[in-house]
C-alpha cells in the first residue's frame, strides 16, 4: 500500500514532504514553548534526558511499554526468539509484576497470557527478588534497558538457571528495548510521560482547587487550552513515529484502528491493523471484508444463536466466506482471549467496529476524503457535523439492524458511527495526523487552520476520567465548564501530569504552586500593561 497520499487529492493542501526528515528529534516533535510546558520541566514530569546516556527512569520504560512505543515487528528476546505483542498487559500497581494480563506470541508458539516486569537491568530479577517471589510465578516475559553483558543461556530455564535451587525461578525470556524504541528516548520522555495513567480514589477535592477557582474563566481556558496543545502534539509526534516506520497511511489506520477499540480492546485493534498489509487486498467487497477481519480478530462466534434467523444467516454466510481462507490468515489470526466485552455496550463492541472499518477500507479513498475535509472551507459550528458526514457510510444490510452478531433485528436502523466516536477520532487521530503531515510539508497555514478547529471542536463524550477530573480540580464543575473537546482534552492532560503522579492526598503536589505563581505573575504583567498603555 503506497504510503504517500495521492497528490491529485490535495493540490491545494501541501501535507508532508516527499521523505521524513532525517533526524527525528527536528522541529516538529519539540514541544510547544508555552508555560505549561515549562512546568512540566520544572515539575520533573519530563526527565531531562540526553540521547547518549545513561539509563531511563523505570517509569518512562513502564510508559514505553504500556504504550508500545516500540519497533514492534523488530522484537526479539536475547536467546533469539520473535516477540509479537498481542497485549502490552494491564499496569498493576498493586506491586507484583508491572503489567498483569499480557498476551505475547513466541516465535509461531501459540500466544501465552501471563504477567510482564519491566526493569532497567536484567539483575534487578534476582536483586529484587523476583526469583523467589510467587506473585511473579506467571511472569512470561522480562523487559530490560539494555541487555549488554547478560549471556543468553540466562535468559531461558537451561544454562546457570539448571542449577538454581528448587525454590528459585528461572528469569522468563528477556527483551532488551533500548534499540528498539520508535523514537529517540528524549523525545519519548518528552510525550510520553504525559500517559502513565492510574485511576485515583473518589470523593478528593484536590489541593489545586482553591486555585484554579481564583482564576478568571479567561485564565482558566487559557490554562487547559495550553496543557490540551501539549496533548495533541503528543498524539501527532508518535502518529508521525510511526510514519517514520510504516508510512502516513499506516499511521493514519493504526490510530484510527486504536480510537474504534475504546478503552479496553485498543490493543487488539491496533495489531489488527499493524497486519493490514497482510490482510487487505485490492476490491475485496466490505462483506469479505468483514468476513476477514472477523476471522482473523478470533472474534467470530462458533456457534449459532438458534433464536435469532436473521443473525443466524448473517453468520452463516460470514463463516462460508471465511472458511475457505482461514488457512491463508492463520499467521496472523489473535486468540479471542485478547478481547474484553465487560462493561461493554453493544454499540461499542468490538464487532460493530470492525464492520464499520471494513466499510471503509474496501472504498479505499477514507485518507483522501479526510485530506479534502481538511482543505475544504467550513464553519466552526459546522465542524463536526461535516467530519461525521465524511466518516459515515450507506446502510449495512446487516450492522444497520443489528447492534452485535448475536442481537436480534432492531426496528429502526441504526448508524455505524455516532457523533461521539466521530468528535473522539478527530481529536486523537484526524486533526494530529494532518497538523504532523502539514508540519513536515512546512505549510504553516494549513497547521493553523487545523490548530482553529480542534480549538473549536465542540465537546466529546464526558468519560470517568473528566468526570473526577472535575470533581477534584474544578471542584465539581459541571459537564458544561468545559466547554469544548481543547478544553477536554487540556484537563486530561493536567490529570496525566500531575494527579496520576501523586497520592489521593496530593501530597507533593506542584500544580497547585504553578498555578499561584502563573496567576500571581500574569496579574503583575497585566498590570504593568495597562500602566504603559496609560
Ligand atoms: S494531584 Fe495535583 S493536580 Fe491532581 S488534584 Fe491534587 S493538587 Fe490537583
Not at 187 to 210: D, I
Not at 431 to 441: I, N
Request: with cysteine; charged share 25%.
Amino acid at each position: 500500500m503506497n504510503s504517500n497520499l495521492n497528490p491529485n487529492l490535495n493540490s491545494n493542501l501541501s501535507l508532508t514532504l516527499p521523505e521524513h526528515p532525517r533526524k527525528s528529534n527536528g522541529k516538529v516533535t519539540s514541544g510547544p514553548a508555552s508555560f505549561y510546558a515549562r512546568w512540566r520541566v520544572q515539575c520533573g514530569v519530563v526527565p531531562a534526558l540526553r540521547e547518549d546516556h545513561e539509563s531511563p527512569p523505570e517509569r518512562l520504560l513502564q510508559a514505553v511499554w504500556q504504550h508500545q512505543r516500540l519497533l514492534r515487528g523488530q522484537l526479539k528476546t536475547l536467546d533469539g526468539q520473535t516477540v509479537r505483542v498481542l497485549h502490552p498487559g494491564f499496569a498493576d500497581p498493586e506491586g507484583g509484576p508491572d503489567f498483569r494480563g499480557a498476551v505475547v506470541q513466541f516465535d509461531d508458539a501459540p500466544p501465552r497470557a501471563g504477567d510482564v516486569e519491566v526493569d532497567i537491568h536484567a539483575g534487578n530479577w534476582r536483586a529484587h527478588g523476583h526469583d523467589r517471589n510467587p506473585a511473579f510465578q506467571q511472569v512470561i516475559l522480562h523487559v530490560i534497558w539494555d541487555g549488554a553483558g547478560v549471556h543468553a543461556s540466562a535468559c531461558q530455564g537451561g544454562g546457570k538457571s539448571a542449577r538454581l535451587k528448587p525454590e528459585l525461578q528461572p528469569p522468563p525470556p528477556r527483551l532488551s528495548i533500548s534499540d528498539k524504541l520508535d523514537a529517540p528516548i528524549g523525545e519519548l520522555s518528552f510525550w510520553l510521560n504525559a500517559e502513565s495513567a492510574q485511576l485515583l480514589p473518589e470523593n478528593l477535592r484536590g489541593q489545586c482547587c482553591a486555585s484554579l477557582r481564583d482564576l478568571a474563566p479567561e485564565k482558566l481556558a487559557e490554562l487547559l487550552r495550553d496543557a490540551a496543545q501539549i496533548r495533541f502534539r503528543g498524539k501527532s509526534a508518535q502518529l508521525q513515529a510511526r510514519a517514520r516506520q510504516a508510512g502516513w497511511e499506516q499511521a493514519l489506520w493504526e490510530g484510527i484502528f486504536r480510537a474504534l477499540g475504546y478503552k479496553h480492546n485498543t490493543w487488539p485493534m491496533h495489531c489488527l491493523a499493524e497486519q493490514r498489509e497482510r490482510w487487505l487486498s485490492p476490491r475485496t467487497s466490505p462483506f469479505a471484508l468483514q468476513a476477514r477481519l472477523f476471522g482473523i480478530s478470533g472474534l467470530l462466534p462458533a456457534e449459532l444463536t438458534r433464536a435469532q434467523a436473521s443473525a443466524d444467516g448473517y453468520l452463516r454466510r460470514i463463516w462460508d466466506q471465511w472458511w475457505r481462507e482461514r488457512e491463508e490468515f492463520a499467521d496472523c489470526t489473535l486468540p479471542r482471549s485478547v478481547w474484553r466485552f465487560h462493561g461493554q455496550r453493544p454499540a461499542n463492541h468490538p464487532q460493530r467496529r470492525l464492520a464499520l472499518a471494513a466499510h471503509w477500507l474496501a472504498s479505499g479513498s477514507l485518507a483522501g476524503k479526510i485530506e479534502r475535509w481538511c482543505a475544504s472551507v467550513v464553519p466552526d459550528e459546522e465542524l463536526a457535523g461535516s467530519l461525521l458526514e465524511v466518516l459515515q457510510i450507506g446502510r449495512d444490510d446487516f450492522w444497520s439492524w443489528h447492534w452485535t452478531m448475536r442481537s436480534a433485528r432492531l426496528k429502526k436502523p441504526q448508524p455505524l458511527l455516532g457523533a461521539a466516536r466521530a468528535a473522539d477520532l478527530a481529536v486523537n487521530v484526524i486533526l494530529p495526523w494532518l497538523w504532523v503531515r502539514a508540519a513536515e510539508g512546512k505549510n504553516e497555514s494549513v497547521q493553523r487552520g487545523i490548530e482553529r478547529r480542534f480549538n473549536a471542536w465542540p465537546s466529546a463524550e464526558d468519560n470517568a476520567v473528566l468526570r473526577l477530573a472535575r470533581q477534584r480540580l474544578l471542584g465539581g464543575a459541571p459537564r458544561r465548564a468545559l466547554r469544548n473537546a481543547a478544553e477536554q482534552q487540556g484537563l486530561i492532560q493536567i490529570v496525566r501530569d500531575f494527579c496520576d503522579r501523586a497520592n489521593a492526598v496530593c501530597q507533593d503536589c506542584r500544580f497547585p504552586e504553578m498555578v499561584r505563581n502563573w496567576k500571581d505573575e500574569r496579574g503583575r504583567c497585566d498590570s504593568s500593561n495597562a500602566e504603559q498603555a496609560i
